[in-house]
């Protein structure tokens, strides 16, 4: 598909290097990163990869996240300025879309089946979001 970007979070392209993933871009998760990768305006879709905790390689498209890391990424550029961004539609819906749980770093405690359990799609989503991606499509390679 023309005006298509294919990004994956360095977990996810470490655990699985396949086919379908060797052209994606790595995604290093700083405003810098996705600005100059979101820079043209012309990208019409935006597929975000990131790794779940089950690592049993099937791909779950997402529809929604929770924040449980612990981190808001936008609070890292400082800015005096209060920006709210709305993020209720930030993903384009799926069919059989889940909702993802992003720990960062941490790991759940436990295994909720009502979620699907990543590290940090949801703050990969926001920055996309905010540097110009329109329709994002998340996945987790779970």
Known sequence: MKNKKVFITQKAYNNVKTNPFANALIIENTAQFWKKHLKDNKTKIVYIYDLGFNKNHTIIPINNHINKTGINILREEKKQKIEFYDITTIYHPQP??????????????FQNTQYIQTYDLCNCVILAHKYGAKKIKAFIIN
């Open 96 to 109: 059989k879309g889940k909702v993802a749980e992003c720990f960062g770093t941490n790991k759940p405690l």
